[in-house]
């Protein structure tokens, strides 16, 4: 798979989860925290349309089954709102949230080279969720390979939580 070409240099200075769907166990809380702290300090966020070296805030929500990205200014007005469907994401996140059940878990009583060989499992599916979310952003939005896997992480959170 190539990876985007990335033109712009926009970037998210803000990344908020909705919080009415709860919350979750304190690892899935930890991997929320670490994204959106790792996104925060490092990312590339372009919407189409929007001015070179803009700054953007972010709130992540699911709504109705699909998954909404709702896209403000730097002084938090509103610009561009994107719903995508998480069909296609079905598979890949029911996937992922089988292999990080089975992280945590080795990581409480696996050897070092079993937690390792399904970290890098973890890993290739998390990145194929990153390539997906790429793929469904293309002509909306455009992000790195490092913002897309830290959005996704985000995504899962939601899902985790709904």
């Given amino acids: 798979m190539a990876e985007a070409q990335t033109t712009g240099s926009g970037r998210l200075i803000d990344v908020e989860l909705d919080e009415t769907i709860g919350r979750a166990t304190p690892d899935v809380e930890h991997e929320r925290n670490v994204a959106i702290f790792d996104?925060?300090?490092?990312?590339?966020?372009?919407?189409?349309?929007?001015?070179?070296?803009?700054?953007?805030?972010?709130?992540?929500?699911?709504?109705?089954?699909?998954l909404v990205f709702d896209i403000r200014d730097e002084a938090g007005g509103t610009l561009v709102?994107?719903?995508?469907?998480?069909?296609?994401?079905?598979?890949?996140?029911?996937?992922?949230?089988?292999?990080?059940?089975?992280?945590?878990?080795a990581i409480r009583s696996a050897t070092p080279q079993q937690i390792e060989a399904i970290d890098m499992g973890r890993r290739g599916i998390h990145n194929d969720g990153s390539q997906t979310l790429m793929e469904r952003l293309e002509g909306k939005i455009e992000v790195d390979l490092d913002t897309a896997r830290r959005l996704f992480t985000l995504i899962c959170v939601l899902n985790w939580r709904s």
């Fill in 39 to 66: 996104l925060v300090e490092e990312n590339l966020f372009n919407p189409v349309g929007a001015p070179e070296g803009a700054k953007f805030r972010l709130k992540l929500s699911l709504v109705d089954k699909r």
């Fill in 81 to 105: 709102t994107h719903i995508l469907s998480l069909t296609p994401f079905r598979k890949v996140i029911r996937d992922y949230f089988m292999i990080c059940d089975s992280y945590y878990e």
